[in-house]
């Protein structure tokens, strides 16, 4: 398993943009799917993006399609997210998980989690 930490995390308007980041131990980071999960208050986690092992294939939700992209730099053992055009209904704490399986969309199915950043947006 590989330790994982969050940050970029805030408060931001609507409209606005953040970049998560996700920084792992371990020198075999570029052997585990990452992905991103958010949870809101009163709401089940559900999963945002992923991005595979060398970062050659991604995916994003139809929700934020077009306004977050999940991107790698296995060199530096992190994984971001970039989330622009923000609306408040993208207000959670947003984890990131990592598996060394070659992919994975489903919160059972990834091994190791970090401890969230909150994300709010303002109207």
């Known amino acids: 398993q590989v330790q994982l930490v969050e940050s970029g995390g805030g408060l931001v308007q609507a409209g606005g943009s953040l970049r998560l980041s996700c920084a792992a131990s371990?020198?075999?980071?570029?052997?585990?799917?990452v992905g991103w999960f958010r949870q809101a208050p009163g709401k089940e986690r559900e999963f945002v993006a992923v991005i595979s092992r060398v970062g050659g294939r991604t995916y994003v939700v139809d929700s934020v399609k077009g306004r977050f992209t999940i991107s790698r730099d296995n060199a530096k053992n992190t994984v971001y997210l970039q989330m622009n055009s923000l609306k408040p209904e993208d207000t959670a704490v947003y984890y990131c998980?990592?598996?060394?399986?070659?992919?994975?969309?489903?919160?059972?199915?990834?091994?190791?989690w970090g401890q969230g950043t909150q994300v709010t947006v303002s109207s």
């Open positions: 998980a990592a598996d060394p399986r070659p992919w994975a969309t489903m919160a059972g199915e990834f091994g190791s």
């Open positions: 371990g020198r075999t980071f570029s052997s585990y799917t």
